[in-house]
């Protein structure tokens, strides 16, 4: 019954900001590394942002650094994923998903993975 549920997604304008959750039910969120994918249609999964067990940030797509924030509060079991500077293209599905080993490098694997939440940056 382990799953991770993402909200927040919507719709919004170029320069815009949204803030994405991800809620973990059924595992203790402290020992997990929690990472932030997205998928835009017709492309490939990318790797966004990653926060640690150790609270330790990695950027895998440089272009949201500087305007995407992660952050963890283990207390409420949530991730987020504040977004600030929005651009269309990062209008994607964005998914959270979590691991034991911390953050991957150069992969996908994780143990767990939400159904993602839908992000569109139109004017």
């Known amino acids: 019954q382990e799953h991770l549920v993402e909200s927040g997604g919507g719709v919004v304008q170029p320069g815009g900001s949204l803030r994405l959750s991800c809620v973990a039910s059924?595992?203790?969120?402290?020992?997990?590394?929690v990472a932030w994918f997205r998928q835009a249609p017709g492309k490939e999964r990318e790797g966004v942002l990653c926060?640690?067990?150790?609270?330790?940030?990695?950027y895998y797509a440089d272009s949201v650094k500087g305007r995407f924030t992660i952050s963890r509060d283990n207390a409420k079991s949530t991730v987020y994923l504040q977004m600030n500077s929005l651009k269309p293209e990062d209008t994607a599905v964005y998914y959270c998903?979590?691991?034991?080993?911390?953050?991957?490098?150069?992969?996908?694997?994780?143990?767990?993975w939400g159904k993602g939440t839908l992000v569109t940056v139109s004017s």
């Open positions: 998903a979590a691991d034991l080993a911390d953050c991957p490098v150069g992969s996908l694997e994780m143990d767990y």
């Open positions: 059924g595992l203790i969120l402290d020992y997990y590394g």
């Open positions: 926060i640690s067990s150790t609270d330790d940030r990695t």
